[in-house]
């Protein structure tokens, strides 16, 4: 769950994240990319490391795609790891945290483990 940026009032950010709340990454991605043009310069690394996980997400758990998301998250894990402890009012640093070891977990998992996630 990506908590709502108490920094920022731009209302494509705040549909993003609710989407990506509701599991609607797929909607979340699309939308954290399009919001890109207009957010401020100081939440674009922010947006576009969510962008991503979004997009892992709905790899993974739409898809089944295993390698993909792992390739997303670290991609994005990198961008997170410059923006700690905090950036727009959400705790990066938790962020990192539960991404990474959502990450490793995926890693861990056996390269056919598709079963129940499409």
């Known amino acids: 769950?990506?908590?709502m940026p108490s920094a920022t009032d731009n209302p494509d950010l705040a549909r993003a994240?609710?989407?990506f709340n509701r599991g609607a990454y797929f909607d979340a991605a699309e939308i954290f990319e399009q919001s890109l043009a207009a957010i401020d310069a100081d939440l674009k690394?922010?947006?576009?490391?969510?962008?991503?996980?979004?997009?892992?997400?709905?790899?993974?758990f739409e898809r089944g795609g295993r390698q993909g998301a792992i390739n997303l998250l670290s991609q994005a894990l990198l961008r997170l790891d410059d923006l700690k402890p905090e950036r727009g009012g959400i705790d990066v640093e938790r962020l990192f945290?539960?991404?990474n070891a959502f990450t490793e977990e995926l890693r861990a998992a056996p390269r056919d483990e598709r079963d129940g996630l499409k």
């Open 1 to 3: 769950m990506v908590p």
């Open 17 to 19: 994240i609710d989407a």
């Open 45 to 60: 690394g922010l947006v576009a490391a969510l962008n991503r996980v979004a997009a892992a997400m709905h790899l993974r």
């Open 97 to 99: 945290a539960e991404i």
